[in-house]
């Protein structure tokens, strides 16, 4: 990222003091991140003590194997004894862990009291099928709260889980049940999504014809829906019919702070999916201090709610085992943000009385592309801080999550981590940190990031580069599964001695750090380094655009040239002059060096199921390329639309 352009791309001068009342009364203080300063490892050996150990640990990190870490070694715990049995033990088995919503509008709620008998049944259930302690189990299934007690269960029994995201194919599953040799599957017979129950049994049969996943010995089957589904006798195994007559009670056995806890695939631009591994200790002390930090939970009084799938990391760090561990109460639903209506999410917020909402900057967008007048229509008061997680969030849609969703009271804490840190990295804290519009800010207590130039070295404050992390944390990553070196090669080899995250980052004037997404998604025009994010933002500022996406198609005048392709607001047809008026908007806001050449409008963007742009199916578009691989994409028609849509694009 050249530091002319940079200067131009810094126009986000917005500023919110955290709330009084907030501030007030925050879990985290200022002093948090002095205690950190002075000494990291105590502060995480100090914060391992959230958890409750049967064998508390003497030694806080080994990294005498760089970059193999090791996070109190030689302590012992239970993960689901510490998620579920404890706030029990505690006296709280009434309160509620879990609101289940399901898309047709059916609800349960779960206490921990309940949650503990579903989980013993559940363990009780894997150790009959065969599951030993170390067996990888994996789990196919919809949002339901058997999907919370299947992996509290693994978790309960020491096997490690690889959940596998519903709505991906029998071939994605296939795959992953290959590569970490998984014996038995978790699925349900469907689920429902808008307005209509759709069936998941059938992939993993499908799944489980292919050679590679000759070893899984049984398929439990959770019943949702009640659709007809095929059966295999003897594999095939009711959820209902087997956990039910389990005793609903069973002893947790502690394992080591290093046992493995689930392996988790991201699905990276090129290649194989890697089989990112959490182990236990480590992992869940950082998932439950952050949960208890950038929310700000009060288990009492709070309804957590987090938008996101358990297919994704962020379903499984902030729906299972963060909020979890901290005992708190949270919503658990089912669906889609739209059945039967645009107001749904809105809906749910009032009815729970929810009031932390962690959801993802592409569902903001759409909300906002839905209109202001939707959540009007709902009473969202009780929410007191808002989350954002996935990809960058744009002012123009941090501004509008503010004031139309949090009422212009909330903070808005914008959580920057990823699938391999395990748990959030950089983030403002809700009663502290002055927030500041489309930036993550500042790591977090007991956090080392910086950014860093090609060299790896670290840039100084008003200029980009890469974000590095540059000590280990507690939730990081061991390794790639069954692959040390691809590990070693991915993410330590670019930096002597530092992590590198693959994106692009800058630090502001005030030091803060400014995330730009991938490297990969940073163009080369001119000889000037531009970021995919920040021309996107500054067309989402026009008041006609509602969603953008950016990418660089190779240009032979300039290397690549800047191709936009846009949602316009209300979905009106494109008025005369429009394009041009875009053009010079984007030139105003960041300079003429990243004016678009083209711009495209179209009625909807290839997103990923969680909701990353596919920027590398538009770039094709761009360059006149045959399409690559579409089966990550939630719906692949649009990317005919778009093609049919733009016959010259080139
Ligand atoms: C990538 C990780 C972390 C859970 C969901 C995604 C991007 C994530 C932010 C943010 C800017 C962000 C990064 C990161 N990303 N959060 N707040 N600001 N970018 O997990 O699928 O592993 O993706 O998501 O590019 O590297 P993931």
Avoid at 206 to 226: C, I, M
Avoid at 363 to 377: L, V
Wanted: charged letters at 25%; hydrophobic letters at 40%.
């Amino acid at each position: 990222m050249s530091n002319e352009s940079l200067a131009n791309l810094m126009t986000e001068t917005r500023k919110f003091a955290p709330p009084a009342e907030v501030a007030a009364d925050a879990n985290v203080t200022a002093a948090a991140y002095e205690a950190a300063a002075d000494d990291r490892l105590a502060f995480w050996a100090k914060q391992a003590r959230r958890l409750s150990w049967e064998t508390a640990p003497t030694q806080t990190l080994d990294w005498s194997n760089p970059p193999f870490a090791k996070w109190f070694a030689d302590g012992r715990l239970n993960v689901a004894y510490n998620c579920v049995d404890r706030h029990v033990e505690a006296g709280h088995g009434d309160r509620v862990a879990i609101h289940f919503e399901g898309e047709p509008g059916d609800s349960r709620a779960i206490t921990y009291a309940e949650l503990q008998r579903e989980v013993a049944r559940a363990a009780h259930a894997l150790t009959e099928l065969g599951v030993r302690t170390g067996d990888r189990v994996a789990i196919y299934m919809p949002m339901l709260p058997e999907t919370v007690i299947a992996m509290l269960a693994c978790a309960r029994i020491g096997a490690p889980h690889s959940v596998v995201f519903g709505a991906f194919s029998a071939d994605a599953l296939a795959t992953r049940i290959e590569d970490a040799d998984a014996r038995v599957v978790i699925t349900s017979d469907g689920g429902y999504r808008r307005g209509a129950p759709s069936a998941l049994k059938p992939a993993v049969d499908e799944a489980l014809t292919r050679p590679g996943a000759a070893n899984v010995r049984h398929v439990l089957v959770v019943r949702r829906t009640g659709q007809d589904i095929p059966w295999t006798e003897g594999r095939d195994v009711w959820w209902h019919e087997l956990t039910e007559r389990q005793p609903d009670e069973h002893t947790p056995e502690a394992f080591d702070a290093e046992h493995p806890l689930f392996i988790l695939y991201t699905s990276g631009t090129t290649g194989r999916p890697k089989g990112i591994l959490h182990t236990s200790a480590g992992y869940l002390t950082q998932v439950a201090f952050t949960h208890h930090a950038v929310f700000d939970l009060k288990p009492e009084t709070d309804v957590f709610w987090c938008t996101a799938d358990v297919g994704w990391v962020t379903g499984h760090s902030y729906i299972v085992y963060g909020p979890l561990a901290n005992g708190a109460t949270e919503v658990l639903y089912e669906g889609t943000p739209n059945t039967p209506h645009n107001g749904r999410w809105w809906e749910i917020v009032q009815k729970y009385g929810v009031t932390i909402l962690y959801t993802a900057p592409t569902a903001i967008r759409t909300c906002m592309k839905w209109g202001d007048d939707i959540p009007a229509q709902f009473n969202l008061e009780s929410l007191r801080i808002l989350g954002s997680v996935g990809e960058p969030i744009n002012p123009e849609a941090w501004i509008w999550y503010r004031k139309h969703i949090g009422g212009d009271r909330t903070p808005v804490v914008d959580t920057w981590w990823q699938t391999e840190t395990g748990g959030i990295m950089i983030s403002p804290l809700p009663g502290v940190t002055a927030a500041k519009p489309g930036a993550a800010q500042v790591p977090l207590p007991g956090i080392s990031a910086t950014v860093v130039d090609d060299d790896g070295a670290e840039v100084g404050n008003g200029s980009g580069g890469y974000l590095a992390l540059t000590e280990p944390w507690p939730s990081m990553l061991r390794t790639i599964w069954g692959d040390d070196q691809r590990f070693l090669d991915t993410y330590w080899s670019r930096f002597e001695g530092k992590y590198f995250a693959g994106d692009g980052a800058k630090k502001d004037a005030e030091g803060d750090i400014w995330l730009l997404g991938r490297v990969d998604d940073v163009m080369l025009v001119s000889g000037h380094n531009i970021s995919t994010t920040e021309v996107e933002s500054a067309l989402v500022s026009h008041p006609r655009i509602a969603e953008a996406a950016v990418v660089g198609a190779t240009d032979p005048q300039t290397t690549q040239a800047i191709c936009a392709f846009v949602i316009l607001r209300g979905g009106a047809a494109e008025e005369e002059g429009l394009v041009e008026e875009l053009r010079a908007h984007v030139s105003k806001e960041l300079g003429p060096i990243a004016k678009p050449k083209r711009i495209l409008p179209v009625d909807e963007l290839p997103k990923t199921r969680s909701g990353k742009i596919m920027r590398r199916l538009l770039r094709d578009v761009a360059e006149n390329r045959e399409l690559g691989d579409v089966t990550t994409l939630t719906d692949s028609t649009v990317m005919d639309l778009i093609q049919r849509k733009l016959p010259t694009a080139a």
